[in-house]
Each structure stands twice: as C-alpha cells, then as structure tokens.
C-alpha cells in the first residue's frame, strides 16, 4: 500500500507558476498509474491530470491542457504537477491519487494524499 504526501501549494498571482509535489512511501510509484485531482470550494472534485502506470502517457483536463505537465521523479518516488499560467479559476485543493491502472475516472483511483490548497489571486 503506498501513503502520498502532496506539498508546494500557496498563493500566486494571475499568469504565476506554481510546482505541486507528491512524496510516496511504502511502495514505488513505479507500480501505480497515477493522477491529479482538484475540488474547488462548492464544485465537485475534477480530474486534472494523469499519467500511466509506464510512466509515458499522459492525459490532461480541458481547461488545464497546454498549461500543467505531470510528470513522476524516479529517485524521489514522487509525482510532480508544473503549473503555469494560473488563473482565478485554477483556484482548489490540489489532490494526488495513485491507481493499480491507467485511468482518468476518479473512482479509479484507490489511494489519495491530503491535499495541498492553491490559491490564485492578486
């Protein structure tokens, strides 16, 4: 079983850049295809980005394509999201969530961090 950790949220200004981090233990982040996931204050929580259990493949949200990259760092058993171009409406709490496959439906995912809040504003 893998426990995830998410951290680098904050607050940033309209069009910054933020760098959300997710530490795993107990298991490799090898073994899960893993996601992002946001939910802002009132909305349901949405998928924002994901990749697949070989590490390759990636899969993005509508409204965050061509501005976050997901991508997994091997020595630091960690899952990274790069965030540019924020807007207001990028503004929720920022989950990380791991499966045991590729999948960008939410009830795919059976383990999830905390969450890290991220806020965009001036």
């Known amino acids: 079983q893998v426990q995830l950790v998410e951290s680098g949220g904050g607050l940033v200004q309209p069009g910054g850049s933020l760098r959300l981090s997710c530490a795993a233990s107990g298991r490799t982040l090898s073994s899960y295809g893993m996601g992002w996931f946001r939910q802002a204050p009132g909305k349901e929580r949405e998928f924002v980005a994901a990749l697949s259990l070989n590490g390759v493949t990636t899969a993005y949200g509508d409204s965050v394509r061509g501005r976050f990259t997901i991508s997994r760092d091997v020595g630091a058993n960690a899952l990274n999201l790069e965030m540019n171009n924020l807007a207001p409406e990028d503004t929720a709490v920022y989950y990380c969530?791991?499966?045991?496959?590729?999948?960008?439906?939410?009830?795919?995912?059976?383990?999830w961090g905390q969450g890290t809040q991220v806020t965009v504003s001036s």
């Open positions: 969530a791991a499966t045991t496959r590729n999948s960008v439906s939410m009830a795919a995912y059976e383990y």
